[in-house]
């Protein structure tokens, strides 16, 4: 017999989706501990299990996978060819019309490139305290993406105004965005995305109290302070609207010291390995949620309360230290909606976290 936490680990079925499945009737445990409640399952569910957890990752509709296990248990071979082939069918015809509904974003896509006007040639420059601008791009370096498959995100967006330039970085999972005051600003507004290496070796240079230039001209950008002066080309691409993706419904606040949640999320409960779309991989899990009496708590794998919100453990952590603060504001809404990271004193610098959906 396999406890539930060692069929989860064999099959690559988080402890939750065992648990969700059970409640559904699709893989029910051969035997339930009546004191403790503890579900033990047989030798022959590792098997099931799997095939379960294969079918997931197909996207079959659960009351077609509670009928392939049916027949796969009870050796039923045609009903379930019969089930797999019916709904392969199902993904082509959505892989054919997908491609069709691509093939009209493209020619969309290639009329507004040809409409809208570029803004290579744009030339300017601002100063802006050097120590100011470190402490921004040390707010948003640890979420600049790595995925070849989208160049678009692999450096940080530089969003310069006339009394600021805000550093933006995301890798789809996660958001962060600081702000640096600026002052002397000559030139239009501009938006350009710098390279992570330039963005790094710009950082590297900003380590006295001095000034910081930073000038734009065309796809050139450069950065020269008393230490020495980087400068490079910007990325081809275009960066994602931020603004857009920041507008958040107001979720309910706590305010945390930072260094001690940062040990209790490195400490505490995780749910392992229920994820598989964030870098491609699982990855372990803190469920959050906010108590009646302002905190946060970290939930074990038996709460739960459904406003509960999971993110990506490693990604949580790297956005308490990127904060750099003694406290931080933890902003947790719908169990769908992004958690935010805020600092009590700068609206302006927050780090946002997409939401994990837990299999229940």
């Known amino acids: 017999m396999r406890s539930i936490g060692e069929l989860a680990r064999d099959s690559g079925l988080g402890v939750s989706a065992l648990r969700f499945y059970d409640r559904t009737g699709v893989l029910v445990p051969a035997r339930v501990d009546p004191v403790t409640g503890y579900r033990w399952y047989g030798p022959a569910q590792l098997g099931e299990a799997r095939l379960l957890a294969r079918l997931r990752r197909t996207g079959m509709p659960l009351a077609d996978v509670r009928l392939v296990l049916a027949g796969w248990s009870g050796a039923d071979t045609e009903l379930v060819t019969e089930l797999l082939q019916a709904h392969l069918r199902r993904l082509e015809?959505?892989?054919?019309?997908?491609?069709?509904?691509?093939?009209?974003?493209?020619?969309?896509?290639?009329?507004?490139?040809?409409?809208?006007?570029?803004?290579?040639?744009?030339?300017?420059?601002?100063?802006?305290?050097?120590?100011?601008?470190?402490?921004?791009?040390?707010?948003?370096?640890?979420?600049?993406?790595?995925?070849?498959?989208?160049?678009?995100?692999?450096?940080?967006?530089?969003d310069i105004d006339g009394e600021a330039v805000r550093a933006v970085a995301t890798d789809r999972y996660r958001m962060a965005v600081a702000r640096a005051a600026a002052t002397g600003h000559e030139g239009p507004a501009v938006r350009i995305t710098v390279p992570t290496p330039l963005v790094d070796a710009m950082r590297a240079l900003l380590t006295g109290?001095?000034?910081?230039?930073?000038?734009?001209?065309?796809?050139?950008?450069?950065?020269?302070?008393?230490?020495?002066?980087?400068?490079?080309?910007?990325?081809?691409?275009?960066?994602?609207?931020?603004?857009?993706?920041?507008?958040?419904?107001?979720?309910?606040?706590?305010?945390?010291?930072?260094?001690?949640?940062?040990?209790?999320?490195?400490?505490?409960?995780?749910?392992?390995?229920?994820?598989?779309?964030?870098?491609?991989?699982?990855?372990?899990?803190?469920?959050?949620?906010?108590?009646?009496?302002?905190?946060?708590?970290?939930?074990?794998?038996?709460?739960?309360?459904?406003?509960?919100?999971?993110?990506?453990?490693a990604f949580l952590l790297d956005a308490l230290t990127a904060g750099n603060q003694d406290r931080l504001v933890l902003e947790l809404g719908a169990p769908t909606a992004p958690m935010a990271i805020r600092r009590p004193d700068d609206e302006e610098t927050f780090s946002l976290l997409m939401p994990v959906r837990l299999e229940r």
């Open 93 to 158: 015809r959505g892989l054919s019309d997908a491609r069709e509904e691509f093939s009209t974003l493209r020619e969309l896509l290639a009329h507004r490139e040809n409409t809208v006007p570029s803004t290579r040639s744009t030339t300017s420059r601002l100063t802006a305290p050097a120590a100011e601008l470190a402490a921004a791009l040390d707010a948003v370096r640890f979420a600049a993406g790595t995925d070849p498959e989208l160049p678009m995100l692999g450096g940080v967006l530089f």
């Open 209 to 313: 109290a001095g000034p910081a230039r930073l000038a734009v001209d065309g796809d050139r950008v450069t950065l020269e302070t008393e230490d020495g002066q980087a400068s490079g080309r910007s990325l081809d691409h275009d960066f994602p609207d931020y603004r857009r993706l920041v507008r958040l419904s107001p979720g309910r606040r706590a305010l945390v010291d930072a260094p001690a949640f940062r040990e209790a999320v490195t400490n505490g409960p995780v749910r392992p390995g229920e994820t598989r779309d964030q870098d491609g991989g699982p990855h372990d899990l803190s469920v959050l949620k906010v108590t009646p009496d302002g905190t946060v708590a970290l939930c074990d794998d038996g709460d739960d309360d459904p406003d509960q919100v999971a993110v990506n453990r």
